[in-house]
Structures are given as C-alpha cells and as structure tokens.
C-alpha cells in the first residue's frame, strides 16, 4: 500500500510539472561547501545577474539582543529570497553571499525553504487565478563569501569609513530658518537665534547600530572581485521583489558613460527631512531651498545599489575613504551611515550617479503614516511598486495599524485583491 501510495505521488508530480513547462528548464548550478575568498569566485557564465548581499548576525551582543536580532533578520531574509523566486521569468541569478560560518547556515536554510515553498506553490497550485503565466524558476549559483576576510584584510580602512560616515564626536549646526529648524527637530527655538549656531551630537543622526562593519564592506569588495564580474547589483534583505529582477538589472541600460552608481532617493527627505538638518552648513553658502526634496541635493538610498564594476575599477579613488572626508569637509556635511558617502559622492560629481525610479525603492512603512501636503508632492511614488523597501519597519512593528496591514499582506495604497502587485 505504501509503495502505491508513493507511486502515485511520484506519477502526480511528474505529470504537474509536465504541463508546468517552465520547470522543466529548472537547473540549480551548484553551491559551495565552504566559505570562499572574493577572488576565487566562480564565472557562471556572461547571461547570469550577479546580485550580492551581507547577511551577518554579530556575535558581540548579549545572548537575549542576539536572539530578537536574528528573529528579524531571518523575517526580512525569508520574505526577500522567497520574493526572488516567486517572481522569477528566468533571469539566471549568481548569488555572492557575504557571511561567517554560523550565518552560513540560517541562509542556506532561507534558500532551501523558500525553493520549497516556491515550488510547491507554482507546481500544487499553479491554475489558481492569480498564479503569472510568465513564471519560470532561474537557474542560479550560490557563493559564499567569507566576512572575516574583510574584516581581517581591511581593517583599518573599515574603522576609517565608520568615522567618517558615522561620526561620534559634537557637530556645530547653524540656525538658518528658525521654523523650519523647530518643526523638523520638535525643538523649540527663539526667534532671535537666527544665523545662531548651537550645539548638537551627531549620534542623533547615526546610531549605534551603522558602527558595525557589514555597511562599509560593499566600498572595498570591489578591490576583490574577480574580472569577469563587471556590473554587480548589490540589495538589502528588508526587500520584497515584485518583478524578476532582471528588470532591475536592465537599468544598468539606462545609465550613460559616466555613471558608475546606480540609487534611488530616499523617501520620504531622509528620514523626514533630516538630511537638510545634516547639511545646514552647505546651505548657507549656497542657499538651496531643494535640499532633500526634488533637486540635485536628493538624498540617496543605499538599500539597492548597482554598480558598473568595469567603469569603477578605472577610477577607484572616488570610493576610497580618504576622498569621501576630502567631499565631506567640503560640503561640511554630517553623515547618518553608508549612504552619506553616495550623497557626498553625487553633490560633487552628478554625473557619476544615476537615478533608479521610485518605484524600485517603494517604502512600505512610510506609506502606511500622514505628510503634510508639502512632502507628498516630493515623496509620493504613484508607480506600481516593483521592490517594496521595509525600512524601520520594526520601529513601527507596535503600531496596531502596521500590524493589521502586515497581517493581511495589503499597502496602504490597495484596496482590490485582484492588484497583483499589493500581495
């Protein structure tokens, strides 16, 4: 009874994937056993994405901070490599994989539980109503490369990157707009301090948590990679794909022969607007009123970087520690993290940055929360999303409305179960 049982099984899942053409293209390449140095990665071939990403559970906290950590970082990884797939029309995908030996494990078990759930999906329930015709698993390589590595051969320039991009000591900030300074800090301020400067810590704009290594890796990386490698997308895990991403990757198309960076704004004006706070000390020599909202002083997002690897390697200094605090004294700017060093980069040289649509760096949380009229009309994305960005997300996990909102997997901006793209 058992050996039918499992004959018929057997017989029903060929016959799904049979009819479910697109798996029969299904080829994993293969996957490495141990953790690899960046310049013994393997060429899977000239049609494959390569898309890294850092998944890093720091082992320097307490046992109990550790766990609530993992727990997290696991959610957003779960969520991220299941969207990978489950939106998947084939683009062959190279996984380079930044991590340590311990979280090598949490990830290879994401990879294999979301391959799973992917299938049983599509194959199981594939005449469902909203299953996309256009579906086909990817074929796809899996790198590890080890942290350590960076950490040992780079150390000294990663302790220089966080000073610069994540300072710690009291900055001095200009009053310039007395309302404006009260309304984006909730400080109150009298009047006849205009043109005053006062006092502020920087660790208001760059907590604790941009200290840690894992947000500076990605500018030394590239002095590791191996030639074949010459344009590489680099993501966050708190992503949710809503398209194959080679549609991503088809952006690199779209950039000139300058640009070398590929972002997308931040939303909503860094964190509230924030950025122009941190840059008070540019204008007011320059006096932008733009800064931080539409003009050339957008804040940038790092959570979804490309990089044309090719035109990088012919002018590396533009990343190197030592030129982003010769742009950072200049613009006299304060930094929150990584990202600061692509907003320095693009004040002085425009051409080098390009700018991917908002609907690739679609903000969830702030979706869900009320602006003012005047930051909807630089903020809103009326695009249909294509990457969901969870930023803060956790920040707003107690609010009883995000809560309900994740609970039925709906935006804020889809009311109609039949709009594919708020699922």
């Not at 990830?107 to 086909?136: P, Q």
């Not at 693009?346 to 908002?358: A, G, N, Q, S, T």
Request: net charge neutral.
């Amino acid at each position: 009874m058992l050996f039918l049982t499992l004959t018929l099984l057997a017989n029903i899942i060929f016959s799904l994937a049979e009819n479910y053409s697109s798996v029969n293209d299904l080829e994993i390449i293969g996957e490495t056993d141990i953790l690899q140095f960046p310049g013994s990665l393997e060429d899977p071939g000239d049609d494959f994405v390569h898309l890294l990403f850092l998944f890093h559970i720091s082992p320097n906290s307490d046992q109990e901070k550790v766990k609530g950590v993992t727990r997290r970082l696991k959610r957003h990884l779960d969520r991220f490599l299941f969207s990978i797939f489950d939106e998947s029309t084939g683009t062959p995908i190279n996984f380079i994989i930044v991590t340590d030996e311990k979280s090598k494990i949490i990830v290879h078990n994401a990879i294999n539980e979301s391959i799973g759930r992917v299938l049983h999906k599509k194959l199981f329930y594939n005449r469902i109503k909203f299953v996309d015709e256009n579906w086909k698993f990817p074929r796809f390589k899996i790198q590890y490369v080890s942290y350590v590595f960076f950490q040992q051969k780079y150390r000294k320039k990663l302790d220089l990157y966080r000073e610069i991009l994540c300072p710690q000591e009291n900055v001095e900030i200009p009053i310039i707009d007395v309302n404006e300074f009260t309304t984006l800090t909730k400080t109150p301020v009298d009047k006849s301090l205009q043109g005053v400067r006062i006092q502020l810590s920087s660790s208001v704009f760059c907590p604790p948590r941009y200290q840690l290594d894992s947000f500076y890796i990605q500018f030394v990386i590239v002095n590791e990679l191996p030639k074949f490698i010459k344009k590489m997308i680099r993501l966050d895990i708190d992503l949710r794909l809503r398209t194959d991403i080679g549609l991503l990757h088809d952006q690199f198309s779209l950039m000139n022969r300058n640009e070398i960076f590929g972002l997308p704004k931040d939303w909503p004006g860094d964190w509230l607007g924030l950025n122009k706070i941190r840059a008070w000390n540019y204008l007011a020599k320059v006096n932008s009123s733009s800064f931080s909202q539409t003009g050339p002083y957008q804040a940038l997002n790092s959570g979804i970087v490309l990089f044309d690897i090719e035109k990088l390697r012919t002018q590396p200094d533009i990343i190197a520690p030592e030129y982003i605090l010769k742009l950072k004294q200049e613009y006299r700017y304060i930094p929150m993290n990584d990202q600061g060093g692509y907003d320095l980069i693009r004040y002085k040289h425009p051409e080098k940055v390009y700018m991917i649509p908002c609907q690739y760096n679609y903000m969830e949380v702030f979706a869900s929360k009320d602006y003012e009229p005047l930051v909807l009309e630089y903020h809103t994305c009326l695009s249909k999303p294509y990457i969901q960005h969870f930023a803060a997300e956790d920040i707003h996990a107690n609010n009883i409305l995000v809560r309900y909102k994740n609970l039925l997997k709906l935006s804020w901006w889809c009311w109609d179960p039949t709009w594919h793209h708020c699922y």
